[in-house]
């Protein structure tokens, strides 16, 4: 228990040196809270800009961190599987609780990583999404395949109606292309679900695409 206090202080004292937050303010805040939660939603604390972004950015860096410890021994990001491809995705949105983000994973013949975009970042109920920025990027890169991915903020981690139809929108504009569709994976807290798994990908068009 004493061991468990002091990885406690460390924490908090690394974290209020590192995003400027007050620490009388933060231990205040965990006596009756998860610590967890500053990071997780970093607005309960009523941060000012520049302390949100701190901590935003530090968000973005354990993120960093947990994608590169699992595919340090690889040179090449190979996605075998809806496994391997969810824990991914997950390394990279699990964190984010105040923003919706869209990512987009281009992939060659053989499944390896071309390159991954986020195409978008919006409100915790929603992100854009431009199918032409998509299209630009795929065209760019010649890939074979990609696999979509995005955050349901404090939401399910099943698919929506409308994470359904922008699935097959993109489907309509790649498919006479020969470009697959080959997951969609939905990040929500610290799980996330594969519509691939769940046989909700589009196997062909359903509309011409404008």
């Not at 979509?148 to 404090?154: Q, R, T, V, Y």
């Amino acid at each position: 228990m004493k061991r468990d206090m002091q990885h406690t202080e460390k924490f908090l004292k690394g974290l209020t040196s590192l995003t400027g937050l007050p620490y009388k303010k933060v231990l205040q805040y965990v006596k009756g809270n998860n610590p967890f939660n500053i990071l997780e939603h970093p607005r309960v604390l009523e941060p000012n800009e520049k302390q949100l972004e701190k901590i935003g950015l530090l968000n973005e860096f354990i993120a960093s961190y947990n994608v590169l410890k699992i595919y340090e021994s690889n040179e090449k990001i190979k996605f075998s599987s809806s496994t391997v491809v969810g824990t991914y995705f997950l390394a990279l949105l699990g964190g984010m609780k105040d923003k919706e983000r869209f990512m987009v994973a281009f992939l060659d013949s053989g499944n390896n990583v071309i390159e991954i975009k986020t195409m978008s970042e919006g409100t915790i109920g929603q992100a854009a999404v431009y199918p032409r920025e998509l299209l630009k990027y795929a065209l760019a890169c010649d890939c074979k395949s990609m696999i979509l991915s995005h955050n349901h903020p404090g939401g399910s981690k099943n698919s929506s109606l409308e994470d359904r139809a922008l699935t097959q929108r993109i489907v309509d504009i790649f498919h006479p292309l020969e470009i697959k569709v080959l997951d969609h994976i939905i990040v929500s807290g610290n799980s996330y679900s594969s519509m691939a798994e769940r046989g909700e990908i589009p196997q062909e068009c359903k509309s011409t695409a404008n």
